[in-house]
C-alpha cells in the first residue's frame, strides 16, 4: 500500500502539491472562520476541591468563576483623590467587559501605596474567550503613568501571555542551517522544511477545529506545533538522505523515491505510529485536558506522516538528480564506510567495551541524580519575566500583602443541614484564622438563601510553595474537620491553588504506570522488529535512562540555581505533572525511531556477515552521520522553546532537547557499540517457541525495484564550474 502510495505521489506530483496547497489555503480558512477556543479544567472529578466548585456554581456563582486582580500602586499613595478617580473609571470601564460578572474593591496595603480591585468573570479561569482579557490588558495599560502602575494578575492573565509563542522561528533556522551542513545542498536542505511547513500548517488548522469538540488548551497547539515541526523534519530528513543514497548507486530518480518511500519511508511510518499509540497512552488519565492535547499532538504527528510518504515523494520528483544542485563547495561528504570517524569511534569502543559501557553509564546516572528534587505541581506568575504584567503583579501582592495573596484558598461551606449558619459560618472561619500558615482569612460571606458560604484564605506562602500544599492538606485532614464538627457544616477547599494540587497529585501518581505501559509496548515491538530478546531488553533499559536523564536536567533547571538561570528559571518551582509523561511519550516514538535506523543496519550487516563486530562498526558508520543531524535538528527545534516566557514551555523544550542529545551521543555513539560488543552473537538470540508466537514486523522494508545494471552506471552530471 505504501508503495502504492509514493508511486501515485510520485507520477501525480503537481495534482499532489497542488492538493497541499489547497489543504493550507482550506484549513486556514476554515479554522479562522469555524475554529473553537482553547479550553482546560484542571479540576479532578470526586476531588474536594471539585465539591468546592460544584457547590459554588450551585448556590454562590459570582465566586465560581475565574478572577483577576487589578493590583495598582501610586507613589503618593492610593488614596489620593485624582488616583481614585483614574482607578474608579478603570474599573467602570472593565466592568463593561463582556463576561465581567462584578468587580469589587479590594484591600489597600499597610503602607497605603498598593490597591487591588478583583474582578469577577462568569466563566471559570479555563474556558474565558482572551478577547475581554485583552482588552482588559490595554485598558490597564492606558490607566498606566503620571505615578499610576496598574497591573493585571490571575490566572486569565498568564493563560493569554502564555498563548503567544513564538521560538518556533529560531528552531527552524537553525535546522536549516544545520540540513545545509548536513547535505551540503541548499535543495536538498530545503526539502524537508517544505514537508514539515505543508504538515504542520494543515495539522495546527485541524487542531483548531477539533477544539469545538474537544478541550484542547493552549499549551497543546504550542506543543503540537514544537512536535511538528521536530518530527517533520526529522522523517523527511530520512527519506531524502535514503534517495540520495539511492541515486549515488545509478538507480533512475523514480525508482529512487520508490525505494526511500518504501524502506526509510515504512520506518517513518512505523516511527509516527509509535508516537500516537504512546500519546493515546494519556487518555487512560482520565482528564478530559489530555484527551486535547493528544488529539492536537497525535494530528501534528499523523499529518507529517502523510506530508511525508505523499508531497515529499511529489518534490523530489520535481528536483530528480537535481537534489544537490546549489551544492554549497565547503561542505563535502566523500568519505563512506570504513574510512568515516563514526567507523573509527566504534572500534575505540568495541575495545575497551567495559571502560566504555561504566563511563556512559556513570554519566547517565549523574544526569538522572536530580530527578529526585523533582516536584510536581504548577508555575506561578512569579516565574515569568518581568516584561509580563502578571509577573510585575504578582510581585505587587507579594510586596504589599504577602506572597500567599496571589493564590488564595476559596473554603466553600454547605449550611444546607446546619441549624445556625451565620453561627457554624463564622466559627470556621475564626479556627481558619488561627491555623498554622494561614496570613489572614476574609470573613465569611454568605449567600442570599443562607445556605452556603465562602471563606476566602490566604496562606502565608505563594502558590506553588509546598508550605501551601502542606497547609491544603492540613486543612482537609484536621483544621476544617474539627471546625465543622457539631455545626451540620460540610466544608471542602478549593479555588485554582487547590485545583492545581489536586491535579498534580492525581496525574503524577500514575505516572509510573504510563511509563510502564509504554515501556513494556517498546520491549514487544522491539522484539518482533529485531527477533531478539537482548536487542529488546537492552532498548528499553537505554530508553528508561536517556529519558531519567532529561528529567534529571529538567528538574535541576526547575530548581532555580545556575542552570535555572541559564534558561530564565529565576526560582524554584514544581513541574507540572501531566509534561513527564508528554515528554515519555515524544521521546519514545523519536528513540524508536533512531533504534530502528540503527540496529536495522547493524542487523543487516549480521545477517550478510555473521560478525557482529563488524557489523555493529559498519552499522554505525552508515547512520551516524544522518543519526546526528536529525538529532541536532530535534535539539535545536525543542532548545529553541527555552526562550519562551512560560516556564512549562522552557522546561519541555530543556527537557525534549536533553533527551534527543544524550540518546545521540551518549547511548548510540558509546552504549550501543559497546553493550553489543559485550553480548557478541547473543545479540541476536531470541528463544524458538517465542520467535512462533511473536508476528512478523519488517519496518524498514526491501527495495522493492530491481537495482540498475553494474555495467551500465549513468553518465556523471556535469556541474557548473564552482559548484562542486
Given amino acids: 500500500?505504501?508503495?502504492?502510495?509514493?508511486?501515485?505521489?510520485?507520477?501525480?506530483?503537481?495534482?499532489?502539491?497542488?492538493?497541499?496547497?489547497?489543504?493550507?489555503?482550506?484549513?486556514?480558512?476554515?479554522?479562522?472562520?469555524?475554529?473553537?477556543?482553547?479550553?482546560?479544567?484542571?479540576?479532578?472529578?470526586?476531588?474536594?476541591?471539585?465539591?468546592?466548585?460544584?457547590?459554588?456554581?450551585?448556590?454562590?456563582?459570582?465566586?465560581?468563576?475565574?478572577?483577576?486582580?487589578?493590583?495598582?500602586?501610586?507613589?503618593?499613595?492610593?488614596?489620593?483623590?485624582?488616583?481614585?478617580?483614574?482607578?474608579?473609571?478603570?474599573?467602570?470601564?472593565?466592568?463593561?467587559?463582556?463576561?465581567?460578572?462584578?468587580?469589587?474593591?479590594g484591600p489597600v496595603s499597610a503602607d497605603g501605596g498598593t490597591g487591588v480591585v478583583q474582578v469577577r468573570m462568569d466563566r471559570a479561569a479555563e474556558k474565558l474567550p482572551p478577547e475581554p482579557i485583552e482588552r482588559m490588558m490595554e485598558l490597564a495599560g492606558e490607566a498606566t503613568g503620571d505615578g499610576l502602575q496598574v497591573e493585571l494578575g490571575g490566572y486569565p492573565i498568564e493563560q493569554v501571555e502564555q498563548s503567544e509563542a513564538g521560538s518556533e522561528g529560531v528552531g527552524i533556522l537553525a535546522a536549516a542551517v544545520i540540513m545545509l551542513v548536513a547535505f551540503g545542498s541548499v535543495l536538498a536542505a530545503g526539502l524537508p522544511l517544505a514537508v514539515a511547513g505543508f504538515g504542520v500548517g494543515v495539522a495546527l488548522a485541524a487542531v483548531w477545529l477539533v477544539a469545538n469538540v474537544l478541550s484542547v488548551p493552549d499549551f497543546g497547539v504550542q506543543l503540537a506545533m514544537m512536535i511538528g515541526i521536530g518530527v517533520g523534519i526529522d522523517y523527511a530528513l530520512f527519506i531524502v538522505t535514503r534517495y540520495r543514497s539511492a541515486l549515488a548507486r545509478g538507480r533512475e530518480p523514480r525508482d529512487a523515491v520508490v525505494e526511500a518511500g518504501t524502506t526509510a519511508g515504512r520506518a517513518v511510518v512505523f516511527a509516527g505510529s509509535t508516537v500516537v499509540v504512546a500519546l493515546l497512552g494519556l487518555v487512560a488519565m482520565g482528564r478530559d485536558y489530555l484527551w486535547g492535547v493528544t488529539a492536537a499532538t497525535s494530528l501534528a504527528v499523523?499529518?507529517?506522516?502523510?506530508?511525508?510518504?505523499?508531497?515529499?515523494?511529489?518534490?523530489?520528483?520535481?528536483?530528480?538528480?537535481?537534489?544537490d544542485r546549489l551544492r554549497l563547495p565547503w561542505f563535502r561528504h566523500d568519505a563512506e564506510g570504513r574510512r568515516t570517524l563514526s567507523w573509527r569511534w566504534s572500534r575505540v569502543m568495541q575495545r575497551r567495551p567495559v571502560l566504555a559501557g561504566l563511563g556512559a553509564l556513570l554519566v547517565l546516572l549523574a544526569l538522572t541524580a536530580p530527578v529526585t528534587d523533582l516536584r510536581f505541581g504548577m508555575p506561578d506568575a512569579g516565574n515569568g519575566p518581568e516584561e509580563l504584567t502578571s509577573r510585575r503583579a504578582y510581585d505587587l501582592m507579594?510586596?504589599?500583602?504577602?506572597?500567599?495573596?496571589?493564590?488564595?484558598?476559596?473554603?466553600?461551606?454547605?449550611?444546607?443541614?446546619?441549624?445556625?449558619?451565620?453561627?457554624?459560618?463564622?466559627?470556621?472561619?475564626?479556627?481558619?484564622?488561627?491555623?498554622?500558615?494561614?496570613?489572614?482569612?476574609?470573613?465569611?460571606?454568605?449567600?442570599?438563601?443562607?445556605?452556603?458560604?465562602?471563606?476566602?484564605v490566604v496562606p502565608e506562602a505563594g502558590p506553588q510553595d509546598e508550605a501551601t500544599?502542606?497547609?491544603?492538606?492540613?486543612?482537609?485532614?484536621?483544621?476544617?474537620?474539627?471546625?465543622?464538627?457539631?455545626?451540620?457544616?460540610?466544608?471542602?477547599?478549593?479555588?485554582?491553588?487547590?485545583?492545581?494540587?489536586?491535579?498534580?497529585?492525581?496525574?503524577?501518581?500514575?505516572?509510573?504506570?504510563?511509563?510502564?505501559?509504554?515501556?513494556?509496548?517498546?520491549?514487544?515491538?522491539?522484539?518482533?522488529?529485531?527477533?531478539?530478546?537482548?536487542?529488546?531488553?537492552?532498548?528499553?533499559?537505554?530508553?528508561?535512562?536517556?529519558?531519567?536523564a532529561a528529567y534529571g536536567v529538567m528538574a535541576l533547571a526547575a530548581g532555580g540555581g545556575w542552570l535555572g538561570g541559564l534558561v530564565g528559571i529565576e526560582e524554584a518551582t514544581p513541574v507540572p505533572a501531566w509534561l513527564p509523561m508528554m515528554m515519555f511519550a515524544v521521546l519514545f516514538g523519536l528513540s524508536m525511531d533512531y533504534e530502528v535506523f540503527l540496529l536495522s543496519r547493524v542487523r543487516e550487516e549480521y545477517v550478510r556477515t555473521r560478525d557482529n563486530a563488524a557489523a555493529v562498526a559498519d552499522g554505525l558508520a552508515s547512520t551516524a552521520r544522518v543519526i546526528t543531524a536529525a538529532a541536532a535538528i530535534m535539539v535545536t527545534v525543542f532548545g529553541a522553546f527555552v526562550l519562551e516566557d512560560a516556564v512549562f514551555l522552557k522546561l519541555a523544550g530543556l527537557g525534549l532537547a536533553t533527551a534527543v542529545l544524550v540518546d545521540a551521543t551518549v547511548v548510540r555513539m558509546v552504549l550501543v557499540p559497546a553493550t553489543m560488543?559485550?553480548?557478541?552473537?547473543?545479540?541476536?538470540?531470541?528463544?524458538?517457541?517465542?520467535?512462533?508466537?511473536?508476528?512478523?514486523?519488517?519496518?524498514?522494508?526491501?527495495?522493492?525495484?530491481?537495482?540498475?545494471?553494474?555495467?551500465?552506471p549513468p553518465e556523471p552530471e556535469r556541474v557548473p564550474a564552482g559548484m562542486a
Fill in 1 to 105: 500500500m505504501l508503495r502504492r502510495l509514493v508511486t501515485w505521489s510520485y507520477d501525480r506530483r503537481r495534482r499532489v502539491v497542488a492538493l497541499w496547497i489547497a489543504a493550507l489555503v482550506a484549513g486556514a480558512l476554515l479554522a479562522g472562520a469555524f475554529g473553537g477556543d482553547n479550553e482546560v479544567d484542571f479540576t479532578v472529578p470526586g476531588s474536594d476541591s471539585a465539591e468546592a466548585v460544584e457547590l459554588l456554581q450551585e448556590r454562590f456563582p459570582s465566586y465560581a468563576g475565574g478572577s483577576v486582580d487589578v493590583v495598582y500602586r501610586a507613589d503618593g499613595g492610593v488614596d489620593d483623590p485624582q488616583v481614585a478617580a483614574r482607578i474608579d473609571e478603570l474599573t467602570a470601564q472593565i466592568g463593561g467587559l463582556d463576561h465581567v460578572m462584578a468587580v469589587e474593591p
Fill in 398 to 456: 507579594s510586596d504589599g500583602f504577602g506572597p500567599g495573596a496571589n493564590g488564595p484558598l476559596l473554603v466553600a461551606l454547605d449550611l444546607a443541614e446546619s441549624p445556625a449558619p451565620p453561627a457554624a459560618a463564622e466559627r470556621i472561619g475564626a479556627t481558619l484564622g488561627q491555623a498554622e500558615g494561614v496570613a489572614a482569612v476574609i470573613p465569611p460571606q454568605i449567600n442570599e438563601a443562607g445556605d452556603a458560604a465562602v471563606v476566602t
Fill in 469 to 548: 500544599e502542606d497547609l491544603v492538606h492540613e486543612l482537609r485532614d484536621d483544621v476544617l474537620p474539627a471546625a465543622a464538627a457539631g455545626t451540620g457544616a460540610e466544608a471542602s477547599v478549593g479555588g485554582m491553588t487547590a485545583s492545581f494540587i489536586d491535579e498534580s497529585e492525581y496525574t503524577g501518581g500514575r505516572l509510573p504506570l504510563f511509563i510502564g505501559g509504554v515501556v513494556t509496548l517498546s520491549f514487544l515491538l522491539l522484539m518482533a522488529v529485531f527477533r531478539s530478546l537482548a536487542v529488546a531488553i537492552k532498548a528499553g533499559i537505554m530508553n528508561l535512562l536517556s529519558i531519567g
Fill in 677 to 712: 560488543e559485550l553480548l557478541g552473537d547473543r545479540n541476536w538470540w531470541l528463544p524458538r517457541w517465542l520467535d512462533r508466537l511473536l508476528p512478523r514486523v519488517d519496518v524498514e522494508g526491501t527495495a522493492e525495484v530491481p537495482a540498475p545494471e553494474p555495467s551500465a
Fill in 302 to 323: 499523523l499529518v507529517v506522516v502523510l506530508a511525508s510518504a505523499t508531497v515529499l515523494p511529489a518534490l523530489l520528483g520535481f528536483a530528480g538528480r537535481s537534489i
